[in-house]
């Protein structure tokens, strides 16, 4: 029974190890932007908005399983809720929700903003159209997450804060609709992509093959992170209607699986190295460093090492220099120096 518990006790600290992975990939991605003042072009706003909901969904996900103490009796191991962390349980649950679906909901807009730029060769930079993206990406999510929070619905579910065990009615019927919508958004997702890539695979005119260095970069996550939901949605609804989530259930399967999502995120800055405006704005910006470090070590030059005018301009202004027979000669003066 021991090693049941050591084994939940490695998932639980492989979820936490992952959630760090996440969270730094996600936070070097925004900094990345941010320092390089690229957030100014539409482009990699859409990365931004996609790292921040990846930042706060690894770091809610690392949160998770923290209120949580695993205990061995007879026949089976135990999750239950630290003493006086159920508030906090409700709220990490509902937190990993609302992100989870922020983050869905943004790889979605971004495969529409790929999808209309390559096929109708139009880009939504306009300002109501990233307004509507950003209802899109993190209005609507709170409309879902907030259903099962005015039902009480959010506690332990085996070892992590989200939906509580044992379900009832509503709560089956959230589960599985909710895990269903995350099936239509990255098949949709893919489906949106992969028409992009293949019009893009022929540039017929110089705006698509502008269109595909720009675009292209923000191919990368998206798949990748589709693939890896669809995974974790298929368990939960394997486990939910075929098997039966227990109270005890370990839940070993979707930590693994949301560690890989986690892992999905250093697609993220990784491809925002690939993209040739940032490459640009990282080079420039190094020049600017260089250039302003440059004045001191050029001032600190001309300290140590004065000119001949100024060496003469001081020796004809300081009667004692004028008169010193060392400083007759300017030659002489500038050797002496």
């Given amino acids: 029974m021991g090693s049941t518990k050591t084994s939940l006790t490695v998932f639980i600290d492989m979820n936490k190890a992952f959630a760090i992975v996440g969270s730094l990939a996600a936070i070097s991605a925004v900094v990345l932007i941010l320092i390089t003042r ?12 996609l790292a921040v909901a990846c930042f706060f969904f690894a770091v809610s996900v690392g949160f998770e399983t923290l209120p949580v103490q695993v205990t061995v009796e007879t026949n089976s191991s135990i999750a239950a809720v630290l003493e006086g962390w159920n508030d906090s349980c409700v709220a990490i649950g509902f937190l990993a929700q609302y992100f989870g679906f922020a983050k869905s909901f943004s790889v979605l807009w971004i495969c529409i903003y790929v999808f209309m730029a390559a096929v109708y060769e139009r880009q939504l930079r306009q300002l109501k159209y990233e ?3 950003l209802v899109f990406t993190f209005a609507l999510p709170a409309a879902i997450t907030w259903i099962p929070l005015l039902h009480g619905s959010y506690g332990l579910m085996g070892i992590w804060c989200n939906i509580k065990l044992p379900f009832n009615h509503i709560d089956t019927i959230y589960v599985l609709m909710s895990q269903g919508l995350i099936f239509v958004i990255q098949f949709a997702s893919l489906i949106l992509l992969f028409s992009a890539v293949v019009k893009f695979c022929k540039p017929s005119d110089v ?6 260095r720009e675009i292209l970069p ?10 890896a939901s669809v995974i974790y949605a298929s368990n939960i609804i394997i486990n939910v209607t075929v098997h039966g989530l227990k109270p005890a259930e370990e ?3 979707e930590i693994i699986v949301v560690s890989l999502l986690q892992t999905c995120v250093l697609s993220i800055p990784l491809s925002l190295l690939l993209h040739p405006r940032l490459r640009s704005n990282i080079a420039h910006l190094c020049k600017k460093i260089a250039t302003a ?3 001191s070590s050029e001032s600190h030059t001309e300290l140590s090492h004065p000119s001949s005018s100024q060496i003469e301009s001081v020796v004809e202004n300081t009667p004692i220099l004028r008169s010193c027979p060392r400083a007759a000669g300017t030659s002489r003066i500038q050797d002496d120096f």
């Fill in 131 to 133: 307004i509507s993206g």
């Fill in 251 to 253: 839940n070993e399967n």
């Fill in 207 to 212: 705006y698509s093959k502008a269109a595909l």
């Fill in 293 to 295: 470090a440059a004045p």
């Fill in 38 to 49: 690229a957030y100014r072009q539409y482009v990699f706003r859409l990365q931004l908005y």
């Fill in 218 to 227: 923000l191919t990368i996550y998206p798949p990748l992170y589709s693939i």
